[in-house]
């Protein structure tokens, strides 16, 4: 499967973004979705999954109760909706895809990913 993510930007901070992950060469619904991001000089880091049938969902801590992870398989799309952005949010994103059997299960390790995408940049200013 190839992915397209897309939507990133400059915002202010306090502001909202949503960013798209288009999936292309293979149906998205056999797939977990995560996301993740690398800010400059630092690893890349985990910030949100969702599972195969979209009802199962984890966030990092960094980012929970801002971010929203959703998919619309009949599209072949994943989205992250980003509110309350701070400058702290600042990274490249990257969307990433793992095929497992099970409909409810998730994944946070990086590693544990197949397929990513080219990563699209978000820049917070204060």
């Known amino acids: 499967v190839q992915l397209q993510a897309s939507g990133g930007g400059l915002v202010q901070a306090g502001n909202s973004l949503r960013l798209s992950c288009a999936a292309s060469g293979h149906t998205l619904n056999s797939y977990v979705m995560g996301w993740f991001r690398q800010a400059p000089g630092k690893e890349r880091e985990f910030i949100a999954t969702?599972?195969?049938?979209?009802?199962?969902?984890y966030y990092a801590d960094s980012v929970k109760g801002r971010f929203t992870i959703s998919r619309d398989n009949a599209k072949n799309m994943v989205y992250l909706q980003m509110n309350s952005l701070n400058s702290e949010d600042t990274a490249v994103y990257y969307c990433?895809?793992?095929?497992?059997?099970?409909?409810?299960?998730?994944?946070?390790?990086?590693?544990?990913?197949?397929?990513w995408g080219q990563g699209t940049l978000v820049t917070v200013s204060s």
């Open positions: 990433a895809a793992v095929a497992l059997f099970s409909m409810i299960g998730i994944t946070t390790t990086a590693r544990t990913y197949e397929y």
């Open positions: 969702i599972s195969r049938s979209g009802s199962n969902f």
